[in-house]
């Protein structure tokens, strides 16, 4: 069919043409890459990519950070690390784990991983149960294991060592259940050089085992995985439980190997009594209504 236009006054040509530019201009905008920083905030992560690339201890090379981090699946998540500054440990709901439905997961768990749970036992001398505890409280055996990207968790976090960030993060969490300024400048100037610490691990970790940055998730804080570890921690207590020649934490073999090294690694042994064992776990979380729960649920599962 021939074009109506061109049947038509060469002043319609000019429109068509005019038209024609505005779609090519609009498709060109399009197609430029999103930086890695909200577009909301335009905040970018340039700094710590710097920081990252000249940290020698980090031995990054440059083609490796500009490569992580000029993506889009890397942002300023001011959603996800607002939870870290709002989170009141005391209000969890512990209890709800030492519940009739709860232990009977956690029985159900032992006896569909009895075996890789046998031989965490066997291998480290750590108690099955006190394993499936952990993962019970941590994940629920991975049905919540987190959905916030680590890589811009931890990113975030970096960055708020700038005080100039920081301010303007603080105008971005909610009110409610927010802690005082005073507390989140504190809190925010000692977690931004934890969370850098962090990074490193995650980068180190990712690249080593050649997994995609941007797909994993984890909490607020940054643990990820069934066990919830946190990068420094699976670089150096996490374990190839499947012997697949590589740590996946998402894999439940991987997880209760390393829960159990983990415990022993911090004092766990066969026959310890339960002040030991509280001393123990609670190096996994420093909580004691979490300790206090994982132990309840590790007698449950003893006597049951």
Same mark, same amino acid.
């Given at each position: 069919? !021939?074009?109506?236009?061109?049947?038509?006054?060469?002043?319609?040509?000019? %429109?068509?043409?005019?038209?024609?530019?505005?779609?090519?201009?609009?498709?060109?905008?399009?197609?430029?890459? @999103?930086?890695?920083?909200?577009?909301? &905030?335009?905040?970018?992560?340039?700094?710590?990519?710097? !920081? =990252? %690339?000249?940290?020698?201890?980090?031995?990054?090379?440059?083609?490796?950070?500009?490569?992580? $981090?000029?993506?889009?699946?890397?942002?300023?998540?001011?959603?996800?690390?607002?939870?870290?500054?709002?989170?009141?440990?005391?209000? =969890?709901?512990?209890?709800?784990?030492?519940?009739?439905?709860?232990?009977?997961?956690?029985?159900?768990?032992?006896?569909?991983?009895?075996?890789?749970?046998?031989?965490?036992?066997?291998?480290?001398?750590?108690?099955? &149960?006190?394993?499936?505890?952990?993962?019970?409280?941590? @994940?629920?055996?991975?049905?919540?294991?987190?959905?916030?990207?680590?890589?811009?968790?931890?990113?975030?976090?970096?960055?708020?060592?700038?005080?100039?960030?920081?301010?303007?993060?603080?105008?971005?969490?909610?009110?409610?259940?927010?802690?005082?300024?005073?507390?989140?400048?504190?809190?925010?100037?000692?977690?931004?050089?934890?969370?850098?610490?962090? =990074?490193?691990?995650?980068?180190?970790?990712?690249?080593?085992?050649?997994?995609?940055?941007?797909?994993?998730?984890?909490?607020?804080?940054?643990?990820?995985?069934?066990?919830?570890?946190?990068?420094?921690?699976? %670089?150096?207590?996490?374990?190839?439980?499947?012997?697949?020649?590589?740590?996946? =934490?998402?894999?439940? &073999?991987?997880?209760?190997?390393?829960?159990?090294?983990?415990?022993? $690694?911090?004092?766990?042994?066969?026959?310890? @009594?339960?002040?030991?064992?509280?001393?123990?776990?609670?190096?996994?979380?420093?909580?004691?209504?979490?300790?206090? @729960?994982?132990?309840?649920?590790?007698?449950?599962?003893?006597?049951?």
């Amino acid at each position: 069919m !021939r074009n109506v236009l061109t049947l038509l006054p060469d002043s319609f040509s000019h %429109i068509n043409n005019w038209i024609n530019n505005v779609f090519l201009i609009i498709l060109l905008f399009a197609a430029i890459p @999103t930086t890695a920083c909200s577009s909301e &905030e335009n905040i970018s992560f340039q700094t710590l990519e710097t !920081r =990252l %690339i000249n940290d020698k201890k980090a031995n990054f090379t440059p083609e490796q950070i500009n490569r992580i $981090y000029n993506n889009p699946g890397v942002f300023f998540d001011i959603k996800g690390v607002s939870s870290y500054f709002r989170h009141q440990e005391g209000k =969890l709901n512990y209890d709800q784990f030492l519940s009739t439905k709860s232990i009977k997961k956690a029985n159900d768990y032992m006896r569909a991983h009895h075996a890789d749970l046998l031989k965490a036992e066997i291998n480290y001398g750590v108690d099955k &149960e006190v394993i499936t505890a952990i993962m019970l409280v941590e @994940t629920r055996f991975g049905a919540y294991v987190g959905n916030r990207p680590v890589i811009s968790i931890l990113s975030t976090m970096a960055v708020l060592e700038d005080k100039t960030i920081r301010d303007r993060f603080w105008k971005k969490i909610p009110t409610e259940n927010r802690v005082t300024r005073e507390a989140y400048e504190k809190k925010a100037a000692r977690k931004s050089k934890w969370a850098y610490k962090e =990074l490193i691990a995650f980068i180190t970790y990712v690249e080593k085992e050649g997994m995609d940055p941007y797909n994993i998730n984890g909490s607020y804080a940054g643990a990820m995985g069934l066990a919830q570890f946190m990068p420094s921690n699976i %670089i150096i207590l996490a374990e190839d439980g499947n012997k697949d020649g590589s740590v996946n =934490l998402f894999h439940h &073999e991987d997880a209760i190997a390393s829960i159990a090294n983990y415990l022993k $690694y911090y004092g766990w042994k066969p026959g310890i @009594t339960r002040e030991e064992a509280g001393k123990v776990v609670y190096h996994y979380n420093h909580s004691s209504y979490y300790v206090e @729960t994982v132990l309840n649920i590790t007698e449950k599962l003893k006597t049951g």
